[in-house]
Every structure is written in structure tokens, then in C-alpha cells.
């Protein structure tokens, strides 16, 4: 008698563990997210005597879209501007003036941009009031005349730069000049050619030795160009 009573016993003993380890089989199993294992025992709940497992995913982020960049930020940024090139002799017209007063001191050359198209006006005119450009002697410029911005001439616009021709009358260091003639710089120096200028009515007394002008500028100033 005692052994048909044991052997159910064991029987349902064996049942009951066979039937743990299959619910801890269950409950052991990781979710997967990007083939990494992530333990159940962290997002795991039990259902009580049901013995059904419910997993939670934890700690999983999702990536934010990567962003493109809009036309209106690729269009941001200016368009580089081209440099005006410098003006050659053949872009622009030279006249000569007299300032007031007598005797004449100074004159006023006037540089007209003929080209049909902007250029820069660079540095100051280079004289010449010999009979040739090459053997003339150089025209020195008067440093506080300088502009503080380039001098661009749009079509049609001029330019003007102060020249001292003497100290006042007309005596033996001065001589009569008819015509002159007017170079321009380039970028890298001065430019190829010269223009020759027709001296005002009368022509103009030059001393050679105290003869300056002034930088290029949109309008003579006060001061700067008084020299």
C-alpha cells in the first residue's frame, strides 16, 4: 500500500520541477534590439500564478533624422564681387584747367572715364612737362592727398587731382608749356603709353622744381588738396 501511495508522489514532484524550469526558460529570454541581448530580469514582470511573462523594451533611442541643408542657408553666403580692373590711358580723357587766381599756381586735371564700363583710377597722375615723357623729370605726389577708398569711376564719371606748376609768376626757372602729357598706374605700376593734354589758353608757366600733385579723387577737398 505505501508504495502506490509514493510513486504518484514523485511523479507529480518531477511534474512540478519540470514545469519551473520551463517557466524559467520563458522568463529568461532577452529581447534583441540592433543585435544586442538585453536581459529580461530588467523589463521583466511575472503574471502571478498564470505563469505567462510580459517583456518591456528599456533603454532603446530612437536616431534623429539627419539633417539636410535648405536652399536658402546654401545661398547664404554673397557671391564673390570681381575686382574693377585698373583704368588705362585709352579709358579715360584728360583736361587741364586753371584754378583762381594771378598769377596761376595751380591747375585741375579732370579725368573723365570714356570706356563705357567701370574702372579703378589708381594712385595719382604721372606728369611729364618736358618735350618728351621719357626724358621729363617725375612729378612728385603730395602724400596728404591721398584718398582713404579707391577711386572706381563708373561710365561717364570723373576724377580730379590738384597739380602745383610753380611758386607764384612767371621768371627764369619757369618755362611755357603748351601741352603735357599724363600717365596712369597700373596694378603693378605705371601703365603702358600716355595721353597728351592740351594746356589751358595762354599755356602754363612750369618750375620744374617745385612742381607736386595730388592723388586722384571724386571732388578736391579743403586741405588735403591745398599744397
Known amino acids: 500500500m505505501r508504495t502506490s501511495i509514493r510513486r504518484p508522489a514523485v511523479l507529480a514532484a518531477t511534474a512540478v520541477a519540470a514545469l519551473g524550469l520551463t517557466l ?5 529570454e532577452g529581447t534583441k534590439d540592433n543585435g544586442a541581448a538585453t536581459p529580461a530580469a530588467s523589463g521583466a514582470s511575472g503574471s502571478g500564478a498564470s505563469g505567462v511573462v510580459t517583456t518591456t523594451r528599456i533603454g532603446v533611442k530612437k ?7 535648405s536652399k536658402s542657408s546654401s545661398n547664404a553666403a554673397p557671391k564673390a564681387r570681381a575686382k574693377t580692373p585698373a ?21 585741375t586735371l579732370t579725368a573723365t572715364n570714356v570706356s563705357g564700363r567701370s574702372c ?26 591721398r584718398p582713404g577708398t579707391p577711386i572706381v569711376l563708373n561710365a561717364g564719371t570723373p576724377a580730379y587731382a590738384a597739380v602745383r606748376i610753380n611758386n607764384g609768376g612767371v621768371d627764369e626757372k619757369t618755362h611755357t608749356v603748351r601741352s603735357f602729357y599724363v600717365n596712369l598706374f597700373a596694378a603693378d605700376g605705371p601703365a603702358e603709353g600716355s595721353e597728351t593734354v592740351i594746356a589751358p589758353k595762354g599755356g602754363i608757366a612750369v618750375d620744374d622744381a617745385v612742381a607736386k600733385t595730388g592723388y586722384w579723387t571724386y571732388e578736391l577737398r579743403n586741405g588735403a588738396d591745398e599744397f
Do not use: W
Request: with cysteine.
Open 63 to 69: 536616431k534623429a533624422p539627419a539633417k539636410t541643408p
Open 120 to 145: 579703378t583710377l589708381l594712385q595719382y597722375p604721372l606728369l611729364a612737362f618736358g618735350e618728351l615723357p621719357q626724358t621729363s623729370k617725375d612729378v612728385p605726389p603730395v602724400a596728404k592727398s
Open 24 to 28: 524559467t526558460a520563458c522568463g529568461g
Open 87 to 107: 583704368c588705362t590711358v585709352g579709358d579715360v580723357k584728360v583736361s587741364a584747367a586753371k584754378q583762381p587766381g594771378v598769377p596761376t599756381t595751380h591747375i
